[in-house]
């Protein structure tokens, strides 16, 4: 491993996302998860895309590490539909982003989504238990607790990351997850 950054990047900043109406995102954001609108910025600038000045909004939600969720609106619908996938995965799941809250912080989440009459769905994978939800625009939120044991399960998977990733690569595709609670058909 020599050819790591001599310092990691130290959080997130913030992670950006396009939405069609952002009060319908301030909405689902603040009032039902309850993560506040701390900046909105009002900006045009020059597109190149579209040949022409393009206004947008750019919103951010704090966390609690500084970081923030982004999202951008455009008052151009061409410039919209431009960052829209054209056709979106069949299995969404996969794309997501997840955030590290404590038990009674995913308690009054999940409280808060089931009072809203939102869809969610809550999984234990073993080493943490995430409930999920999507926003208005189909942004798949994630919000997981570790288990009491997380520092123990972190240091097993970091001495073996690169031998069961090269495991992996080399066809050997047993689970190597133990704590995770299977179903079986």
């Known amino acids: 491993m020599t050819n790591l950054l001599s310092r990691a990047p130290e959080r997130l900043h913030h992670h950006a996302y396009v939405v069609k109406d952002q009060e319908k995102n301030r909405q689902f954001f603040e009032d039902v998860l309850g993560i506040p609108l701390t900046a909105t910025w009002c900006e045009s600038h020059y597109n190149a895309w579209v040949g022409r000045e393009v206004s947008f909004c750019h919103t951010f939600y704090s966390l609690g590490d500084g970081g923030a969720l982004a999202f ?3 008052a151009d619908d061409e410039v919209f539909q431009k960052t829209q996938a054209a056709q979106p995965a069949e299995i969404r799941s996969f794309d997501h ?12 989440l999940t409280g808060r989504v089931e009072a809203a009459g939102l869809k969610l769905r809550v999984t ?14 189909g942004l798949i939120m994630e919000f997981t607790v570790d288990p009491p044991h997380a520092n123990q399960i972190d240091a097993i998977r970091r001495a073996d990351a690169h031998s069961e990733l090269k495991r992996w690569m080399a066809g050997d595709h047993r689970v190597n997850n133990d704590l995770r609670i299977r179903e079986t058909a």
């Not at 982003?97 to 009054?108: L, N, P, Q, R, Y």
């Not at 234990?124 to 625009?137: A, F, Q």
């Open 72 to 74: 951008f609106a455009f």
């Open 97 to 108: 982003i997840s955030f590290k809250v404590d038990e009674a912080t995913f308690g009054e």
């Open 124 to 137: 234990d994978h073993g080493y943490c238990k995430s409930m999920y939800c999507e926003s208005p625009d």
